[in-house]
């Protein structure tokens, strides 16, 4: 049995259905859990005055002795940054309640005497094998119950009260040990953390916990869900089957909001926790595995955090080009309205095989750190260091491949570090303003993909989804980009949209009424709006609103429709009223919209659909709702919206430059106007500069107003006006 007792986390273990839960103090207390949040955040982003410039180092990792050498190299290099320490709870406290500091300290040291910052991770994402042997019911157990071994990281159930007790521990020892050492600038909690898809009994019983607080009663569950269907009914709280094979969309849903809330609670308990001990010097971060997860809200967790980081691995070779970048950190940098931090990104090759191993092209490793630079980053570090000889990563290649000696990667790594050693103060802190806006919606996210409208396979047999919710959302952000315009993200619960001239909402088949009606109102009081088919369809339980669609978006929309159907093979629009050639093609959904006060804009070229328009345009009080009915070819959407930014005023000579070259802008520290222009290609390429005389921070020279300029291949200039 457990007897009920406060730790320093802030967490209580209790007793509950036989099972000892950690369940926050500020959720026994009846707080929100964004109260909670926001109070144990410190507020302000903290103040980096430079770039930080660096990557992740294991020296535990290496095969020999060789620290002196690798920090010589990093100095030589310019480096001024490291994150170190995440990885390895074993050597931190290698058997239960003794730990071991030494190993880690003379490196600290080591770079400390280099004046190499630090940045140190909480090892808490992979467990040592005595914490296995001693306590295996900590591991995670995946929906359907199958048998879990360990081996892998990131296979625990985060919230197990054993568990939570080790963390705890080893957070307390590592953050008091450090928080001292002016070398250690600040703390990564976790790693990359995720809800895992654990489903052990006290997730479950917290699930029920969580219901029976927001819905009260049994009834009003059946009713939300709409369970009497098929006769599932829950008559008592004790009758909710586990989430293993259940069918009901509501309960999909919910269940995936309470893996987020898990999640959160998790990293808000570390962020809390790592305050209590770290120096006042020490900032608190965690690094989010990329952007836009199913089972991790990031702008929750964000509320924790002193600043944002990011893992950002993209595409190389023939296939940079700058794009994926701009999505994952579009999406941080949206989630304090600020900047943030690259913990991790490409340095040679990457993949858990050796089947995807594309080295950068020369210039492509310098351009990848100026172009997370032009997003917002304040620090762009590699994973990793020096390439692992050997186990699940040996492939994911390090500055330094298996040799340890300098190479063609260490050559540009240096050259870049170097340049920024003169330019990183003019380039850090950058202030982004955007027009343009997308909403997101990890609720949309979820409950399409458990009702998907496309899938791959022959004719009428299922197979993948080929294109869903995050294709949507992918597909309008790269549209923007290659048309250079900068984009922000804004969620369901942003209140005010009235920054923005424009907004995008993808496919929002989730949501309640007060959204749609701030949409609505965004619209009445003069914004621009591109929205998508099934936005509206459904309510905040996944439940189709039993009204004419699109419900209460018709006033704006200004039509509604009721039927709708796949699409087996793409339609092209009558008479290409965007002009995108061979492109002209719509694909996989089609609403049958029935304007009445819009203005169609398109029809589908087709004997049977081509009664109903594909695209429709209403103008709403002051404003503007572009409506797309179905889904369009990458070209056509790029084309759609380039024809609206026009219409706006939102159009300049950013959008004549040549298809290579990307620009990006923003206010730095001092007050100066920055410009990037990058050239994403391997040919050389001419544009017109359309800024203001200034100067290219990277070589010195004067670019004149409407100065003819030529970028070498995978080359950019800066350009700081006067």
Request: hydrophobic letters at 40%.
């Amino acid at each position: 049995m457990c007897s009920k007792w406060r730790t320093q986390s802030h967490f209580l273990i209790f007793l509950l259905t036989g099972l000892c839960l950690f369940v926050p103090l500020s959720m026994m207390e009846g707080a929100s859990q964004n109260d909670s949040d926001a109070e144990a955040a410190s507020g302000a982003m903290p103040v980096i005055p430079d770039v930080l410039y660096g990557a992740a180092y294991y020296h535990e990792y290496e095969p020999y002795e060789r620290l002196d050498q690798d920090v010589a190299m990093m100095k030589a290099a310019g480096l001024n940054v490291v994150r170190m320490g995440e990885s390895t709870w074993s050597l931190w406290e290698p058997e239960d309640g003794h730990f071991e500091y030494a190993w880690m300290d003379r490196v600290v040291d080591a770079m400390a005497k280099a004046g190499i910052k630090v940045i140190m991770g909480t090892p808490t994402y992979s467990i040592p094998t005595w914490l296995y042997h001693e306590h295996p019911e900590v591991l995670g157990r995946p929906l359907g119950g199958a048998k879990v071994f360990y081996g892998m990281r990131q296979n625990m159930d985060i919230e197990n009260p054993t568990y939570l007790f080790y963390a705890q521990r080893v957070i307390k020892n590592l953050v008091a040990h450090y928080k001292s050492n002016s070398d250690v600038i600040g703390w990564q909690i976790d790693n990359e953390t995720s809800s895992y898809g654990a489903s052990n009994r006290d997730v479950f019983v917290g699930f029920v916990n969580h219901l029976k607080e927001k819905f009260v009663t049994p009834e009003n569950l059946n009713k939300a869900w709409f369970l009497n269907y098929w006769g599932e009914d829950v008559n008592s709280w004790e009758d909710l089957p586990t989430r293993d094979s259940a069918q009901s969309t509501g309960y999909k849903l919910e269940w995936s909001r309470w893996e987020q809330m898990r999640v959160t609670r998790f990293l808000a308990w570390e962020a809390d926790l790592v305050r209590q001990y770290r120096g006042p010097h020490q900032f608190v971060t965690t690094d989010f595995a990329g952007a836009m997860h199913s089972d991790v809200n990031e702008n929750a967790v964000a509320d924790a955090l002193d600043i944002p980081a990011v893992n950002n691995y993209h595409g190389t070779q023939d296939h940079y080009d700058g794009s994926h970048q701009s999505l994952v950190e579009d999406f941080t940098r949206s989630l304090k309205h600020g900047n943030f931090l690259v913990t991790e990104t490409n340095a040679q090759t990457t993949g858990w095989n050796s089947a995807f191993q594309f080295p950068p092209y020369d210039g492509q490793l310098r351009e990848d750190v100026y172009t997370h630079l032009s997003n917002g980053a304040d620090m762009v570090e590699y994973w990793h260091w020096a390439s692992i000889p050997a186990n699940q990563e040996t492939y994911w290649k390090g500055v330094l491949s298996h040799d340890f000696e300098p190479n063609r990667a260490y050559a540009e790594v240096s050259r870049t570090a170097h340049e920024l050693q003169k330019i990183g103060s003019r380039l850090v802190g950058l202030k982004i303003h955007n027009q343009v806006a997308i909403l997101w919606s990890r609720d949309s996210l979820n409950a399409i993909n458990f009702m998907p409208f496309s899938w791959s396979g022959p004719n009428w047999s299922p197979g993948q989804p080929t294109a869903d919710y995050a294709s949507l959302v992918r597909q309008f952000h790269k549209a923007l980009y290659d048309l250079n315009v900068g984009a922000d993200f804004v969620f369901p619960e942003t209140k005010d949209l009235s920054q923005y001239k424009l907004l995008i909402v993808p496919a929002l088949y989730i949501s309640d009424d007060a959204l749609l009606q701030r949409i609505s109102d965004y619209v009445k009081n003069g914004g621009w709006v591109v929205m998508t088919f099934k936005s509206g369809f459904a309510n905040d339980n996944s439940a189709i609103r039993w009204e004419r669609a699109p419900g209460p978006l018709r006033d704006a929309t200004g039509f509604s429709y009721q039927e709708f159907s796949n699409l087996e093979h793409p339609l092209a629009l009558k008479g290409d009223p965007f002009h995108a050639g061979a492109d002209n093609q719509v694909m996989y959904w089609a609403e049958f919209l029935m304007p009445q006060h819009a203005k169609a804009l398109a029809y589908y070229d087709h004997p049977f659909f081509g009664r109903w328009p594909a695209i429709t345009e209403n103008h709403f009080g002051s404003g503007s709702l572009l409506y797309e009915g179905t889904y369009l070819s990458d070209s056509l959407q790029r084309a759609v919206l380039l024809d609206l930014l026009k219409r706006a005023e939102m159009s300049g000579p950013d959008q004549e430059l040549p298809s290579p070259i990307h620009v990006q802008r923003g206010i730095n520290n001092f007050g100066g106007r920055v410009i990037y222009y990058f050239n994403y290609s391997g040919d050389a390429v001419s544009f017109a500069y359309s800024g203001r005389a200034g100067k290219d921070l990277l070589t010195g020279n004067n670019i004149a107003a409407a100065q003819r300029v030529t970028l070498q291949p995978w080359d950019l200039i800066i350009v700081e006006e006067r």
